[in-house]
């Protein structure tokens, strides 16, 4: 009699703005398991280490039946979220987090190395926040002492496998990564960088087995492979059902992401506008600093749930703002000193709310527009990942806007998209499993 075969899991790690999630899924797509965790700090100084541990209590949290039968493990990270660390791995300075624009003070130096109209160029891109870095702290003085520049995702990926300075080609592209020609372009090798850059792999791509201490820690057998990882907003695309070019996801966490897929690859630094590459085709879009941390500013989230059944959402509002919780937008409008606009505020909370609400979705439409004017494939459909997508007002409201019918994904959650690429079938052919 032939034993039955194991069961073969996959495991799917998000790191977003506030928090993480883990998503447990078998063979064919069906969630097994899950957990999260708020983030226990902001304190700049402190968020490696909360990283650190939000990740091994995230997996540690999973029943341990299930742990035990994980055969590969992929994570994302907020884009453009950075650090330098040594050659074991431990940070050097403070990370730099997606929207972070102190770096807007070396965009000089940026235009001096890379080529016109380039994703780079903008504040808060990942070569910017590299040559912050050299500009600002201490250097060795010896090349083969370079500190490491990684991303979120990657030094998180390291902790478990163990490989420092490895990243993906989503992660690696505001870092100026050519994702048309798989490597790094001649303008940002000869600049002579004083950090070793990572190497790039294929998200999902397997790097290298668990490490047997951390393995052992969790219950995960040795066989587990960890791979190389995506970003946030592109695994919240991934776990969405939208597989053909006109098809959007806008991804409503604290900031609002634009991914729309396409035929044709468009870049746009003057708009912020940028191009990921998915199998054949490409994910056109941009994030904005816009989005939910601005409501919270003002709402809960038990009054965002009432306040939004009193607004009519065929109703136009006819207050004009610009809401960023600091100054600052990368995209449609990519101006790093772009100040936030949030008067008149009515008394009632009800009015307030719905302008916000209105104003989020008016930059939402505005971004489509701008991509569709640039060449993309027209919008044909919408599909909402993040805490946004439960707002049904916020919906009908956007839907109204947008001219195009609005749905929610497939699955709202990054990490489900996470737990997909660690299955590794999903970038060939994109289209979800069936749930």
């Known amino acids: 009699m032939q034993a039955a075969s194991s069961p073969k899991t996959y495991l799917g790690i998000d790191f977003g703005t506030s928090g993480a999630r883990a998503i447990a899924i078998d063979a064919n797509g069906k969630v097994l398991a899950q957990s999260s965790f708020p983030f226990t700090t902001s304190a700049p100084a402190d968020l490696a280490t909360t990283w650190q541990h939000t990740l091994f209590d995230l997996i540690a949290a999973l029943p341990a039946d299930l742990r035990h039968t994980l055969r590969a493990i992929a994570l994302d990270g907020t884009s453009s979220t950075v650090l330098l660390c040594d050659a074991q791995g431990t940070p050097l300075a403070e990370p730099l987090l997606y929207n972070d624009a102190r770096s807007a003070t070396v965009l000089d130096q940026v235009r001096a190395i890379a080529p016109p109209n380039h994703t780079v160029l903008s504040a808060t891109s990942s070569l910017a926040k590299l040559l912050w870095y050299a500009q600002t702290l201490p250097l060795p003085l010896s090349p083969s002492l ?19 300075g490895i990243s993906d080609y989503h992660n690696a592209l505001k870092l100026g990564y050519d994702v048309g020609e798989l490597r790094y372009p001649d303008w940002l090798t000869a600049a002579h960088l004083p950090f070793r850059l990572p190497q790039v792999k294929a998200p999902g791509e397997a790097i ?3 490490l047997p201490a951390v393995g052992d820690r969790l219950g995960i057998p040795a066989h587990c492979q960890i791979c190389a990882g995506t970003t946030d907003s592109i695994a ?11 098809q959007a996801v806008t991804s409503l966490g604290s900031t609002l992401v634009l991914k729309l897929l396409s035929t044709v690859r468009i870049d746009d630094a003057a708009s912020g506008i940028y191009s990921h590459r998915l199998g054949n085709l490409w994910l056109v879009g941009g994030a904005s600093n816009t989005g939910g941390a601005v409501l919270r500013q003002f709402f809960t989230d038990a009054q965002l749930a009432k306040l939004s059944t009193q607004i009519d959402p065929t109703q136009p509002s006819p207050l004009d703002y610009y809401p960023l919780t600091q100054p600052g ?11 936030p606009r ?10 307030f709310l719905h302008g916000l609400l209105e104003s989020i979705a008016r930059i939402e439409a505005l971004g489509y527009q701008k991509l569709t004017e640039l060449g993309a494939t027209p919008l044909q459909q919408v ?8 707002n049904q007002t916020w919906t009908q409201v956007r839907s ?21 690429l660690a299955r590794s079938a999903v970038l060939p052919r994109i289209n979800p499993p069936n749930a």
């Not at 370079?146 to 420092?164: I, N």
């Not at 919240?236 to 053909?244: C, G, K, N, P, R």
């Not at 949030?342 to 009015?351: D, G, R, T």
């Not at 195009?404 to 997909?420: D, I, K, N, Q």
Request: hydrophobic share 40%.
């Open 146 to 164: 370079s500190p490491h520049f990684l991303h979120q995702a990657d030094w998180l990926a390291a902790l478990l496998h163990g490989q420092l």
């Open 208 to 210: 290298a087995p668990i």
């Open 236 to 246: 919240a695309f991934l776990a969405s059902s939208a597989s053909t070019p006109g």
């Open 329 to 339: 937008d990368r995209f449609p409008i990519n101006d790093p000193y772009l100040p």
């Open 342 to 351: 949030l008067e008149p505020q009515p008394e009632n909370p009800v009015e």
């Open 383 to 390: 599909f909402t990942a993040g805490g946004g997508a439960r």
């Open 400 to 420: 109204r806007l947008l001219h195009v019918p609005v749905c929610p994904s497939f699955h709202t959650e990054a990490a489900y998209g996470a737990a997909l």
